[in-house]
């Protein structure tokens, strides 16, 4: 009989892993699309400005909420668990009242450089910054939306909006402006992206109507100061754990020239589509980690913990054996220098293979709420990152950021691994025991 429900178990999460998976996929191929097209039509200057772009977006993205989203699903699972629906929506109206005000704030703020300094300002610079904050805002909401529907075991709904729907409208809208002739130059490509994901967030609108709809009637209850607790480390740990990849993208965009940008930019892209298949994984994995950690359930949690590692380790292998054989064709489609662009991939992916080897220690000390010790660790780990750029660039190029990102990521795993077991007795790697 248990050896029946492990088997539907597995199947369930196969099932939902293929679902997400392909959804990802689809709207990394439609991303990558845009990709290519930016390159052909308006060329590799041009490319390396959409990279710059894009990491800019991403990381405001993360700030614009003051961390809520960081935390969101593992606040959505845990009131899930102990029926608190209306902590759950207190918690989603105060992100989006946070996100209305810094959004304001940083709007005044831009305006007034632009009245008191224009010199430092031109119009063009003061049109892209509004665009950055207009986009950053719109991908603020869906991650917010995504990952409170991660935490309420809908990972579907809540992801889809942003992996797929708004890419294959990004896709749809770059063809259209460069097929038509439309775009000069790169700004409007930068408008498109913006439209792209406010229609995609308005999809959330009709696609998850009756979900929305039932949340109408329930009180509005708030813990703010434990929210607070949470978030404020937790989006410096999201910036510098999630999205290294972009701190270290925007740091080498000082030092690099149009095509090694775009180089990294393309390894980069190729890495998170990859990583997709590890994001998957987790967001199937993590509300049941949380909720048996919730219930005290620790037996079941090291279970759920270790399957999620090998599950991720076994993927990660997969992927540097793709790499490995397509890594060249997947260059020349960008008409970039394969033989130095491969390493580069191969280097970075790596960190794959070392996140699931130590596994989710962040998770274990976020559940068991010691959001500090990961920001710190996180924090000297992109400080590490930077530094291997700044002395090693003049000698190796872009090789120093894609070591100096998987050196920092090797670092700042084993660190958390090591600080979760002692501080909550739950080994969060593959060498844990089965027991």
Not at 11 to 17: C, D, E, K
Not at 279 to 304: C, D, G, V, W, Y
Not at 317 to 341: K, T
Request: proline content about 2%; overall charge positive; aromatic content about 12%.
């Amino acid at each position: 009989m248990a050896a029946e429900v492990e088997r539907k178990t597995f199947a369930a999460y196969l099932g939902r892993f293929s679902v997400l998976l392909a959804g990802r996929v689809l709207g990394a191929l439609a991303l990558f699309a845009v990709n290519l097209l930016i390159v052909r039509y308006l060329g590799t200057e041009a490319l390396a400005g959409y990279a710059v772009f894009t990491s800019m977006v991403s990381v405001l993205a993360i700030c614009l909420f003051l961390g809520f989203n960081s935390v969101a699903s593992i606040f959505a699972s845990r009131y899930q668990a102990t029926g608190n629906p209306d902590l759950l929506k207190g918690f989603a109206v105060s992100a989006i009242r946070n996100g209305l005000l810094a959004s304001l704030v940083l709007t005044l703020g831009l305006f007034a450089v632009w009245a008191f300094a224009a010199d430092l300002v031109t119009n063009q610079t003061l049109a892209h910054s509004g665009i950055v904050l207009l986009t950053a805002a719109g991908a603020a909401a869906l991650g917010l939306n995504g990952a409170i529907q991660v935490g309420l075991k809908r990972p579907a709904t809540g992801l889809l909006p942003d992996t797929l729907v708004r890419p294959v409208i990004m896709l749809a809208g770059t063809a259209a402006l460069l097929f038509g002739q439309l775009a000069g130059d790169v700004s409007a490509i930068y408008g498109m992206a913006c439209i792209a994901v406010w229609l995609a967030l308005l999809s959330v609108f009709v696609i998850d109507a009756d979900f929305l709809r039932g949340y109408q009637k329930v009180a509005t209850r708030t813990e703010t100061a434990r929210w607070h607790r949470a978030a404020l480390p937790w989006m410096g740990t999201s910036l510098l754990w999630d999205y290294m990849i972009d701190l270290v993208l925007l740091i080498t965009s000082l030092f690099a020239g149009a095509v090694e940008l775009a180089m990294l930019h393309v390894a980069f892209r190729y890495r998170v589509l990859a990583g997709f298949g590890m994001r998957t994984i987790h967001t199937l994995f993590m509300p049941e980690i949380t909720e048996n950690s919730a219930n005290n359930n620790k037996t079941m949690m090291r279970r759920k913990i270790r399957q999620a590692n090998f599950a991720s380790l076994g993927y990660s292998l997969l992927v540097l054996i793709g790499f490995v054989v397509l890594g060249r064709w997947l260059f020349d489609l960008f008409s970039l220098d394969a033989g130095e662009g491969l390493p580069i991939l191969l280097v970075i992916s790596l960190t794959m293979v070392i996140r699931a080897t130590f596994g989710p220690a962040p998770l274990i000390l976020a559940v068991h709420n010691s959001h500090l010790a990961t920001l710190a660790v996180s924090f000297c780990g992109f400080l590490f990152a930077a530094l291997w750029l700044w002395i090693f660039y003049p000698a190796h190029g872009i090789m120093a950021a894609a070591i100096g990102y998987s050196a920092a990521n090797f670092c700042v795993s084993a660190c958390l691994w090591i600080y979760a077991r002692k501080k909550t007795g739950i080994d969060s790697s593959i060498f844990a025991s089965a027991k």
